[in-house]
Structure formats: structure tokens, C-alpha cells
């Protein structure tokens, strides 16, 4: 079951993230996934994990990312992952493209229950993100 669920878990980043396959999604997750770390305001579910992917890719056309590492264990799936994109579109609603471009790691956990992800946690480094595209100033310099 491990072999499969990590295949899951790879056509997930593959087809849905890196190549933008939404209809793929509605394979993948089940009817009652929950996204347990997803932004404040976003609906849980499918449409809200839709609707974040729909945002990510609009800041980040280009956005890629790697597996570094895919462990299962149980029902569980964790990737350790790299992201890289370019800053083009509004990131969070609130945010104006910058042109830089970005790389930033993450980890998510998967839940899986009869061949479909049934739930996510993930944890991104959103602070380098931020300091990368100059939103928020790294330690030791003055914001301008």
C-alpha cells in the first residue's frame, strides 16, 4: 500500500501542481478531503485546495516543485519538498508581482484512505518566501 499511496502522492505534484491538471484532482482526493492547513477564509474541500491552486499559479505561472523526499508510513504520505516560481501575478490578494524569482521548501503530509487523499497538512517557509520577494526585510536589513 506504501508503493501506492507515494504514487498517489507523486502524480499529485506532478500532474496537479507542476502541470496544472485540475481535473486530475477530482481523482486524486476524495469527496471529504480536508485541507487542515489551508489560508484563513479559503473553504476546505476540494473547490477550496481548487481555488488556493488557482491563486499560487496565477502569482507563480512558472511554479515548480521537486520532491527532495517521499516517505509512507500507515495511512500517511510526508513529502519534503522545494518550490521555485517567478513572481508575476498578485500573491494573497494583497501583494503586487515583483519579477523576482523564488525558491522555498515545504513539507506536506498526506492522508490517505482507498486510493485517494483524504486529507493535508503543509508547512511552507513562507517567511523566506516573503523575504525573498522583498515583502518582509531579512534579518540585518533596513526595509525600504
Wanted: hydrophobic share 40%.
Amino acid at each position: 500500500m506504501s508503493a501506492e499511496n507515494k504514487a498517489i502522492v507523486r502524480c499529485f505534484f506532478e500532474e496537479a501542481i507542476n502541470k496544472g491538471n485540475m481535473t486530475v484532482v477530482d481523482e486524486l482526493m476524495a469527496q471529504n478531503y480536508i485541507e487542515h492547513e489551508g489560508p484563513a477564509g479559503q473553504p476546505s474541500g476540494i473547490e477550496g485546495f481548487k481555488q488556493f491552486i488557482a491563486m499560487v499559479a496565477t502569482a507563480f505561472p512558472d511554479l515548480q516543485v521537486t520532491i527532495e523526499d517521499l516517505i509512507a508510513e500507515g495511512d500517511k504520505v510526508v513529502a519534503r519538498v522545494t518550490v521555485r516560481g517567478t513572481h508575476k501575478g498578485t500573491l494573497m490578494g494583497n501583494i503586487p508581482p515583483t519579477g523576482k524569482h523564488a525558491t522555498w521548501t515545504g513539507i506536506d503530509i498526506f492522508q490517505m484512505a482507498g486510493g485517494k487523499i483524504v486529507g493535508r497538512w503543509n508547512q511552507r517557509d513562507l517567511l523566506g518566501l516573503m523575504q525573498q520577494l522583498g515583502v518582509i526585510a531579512a534579518p540585518g536589513q533596513s526595509e525600504s
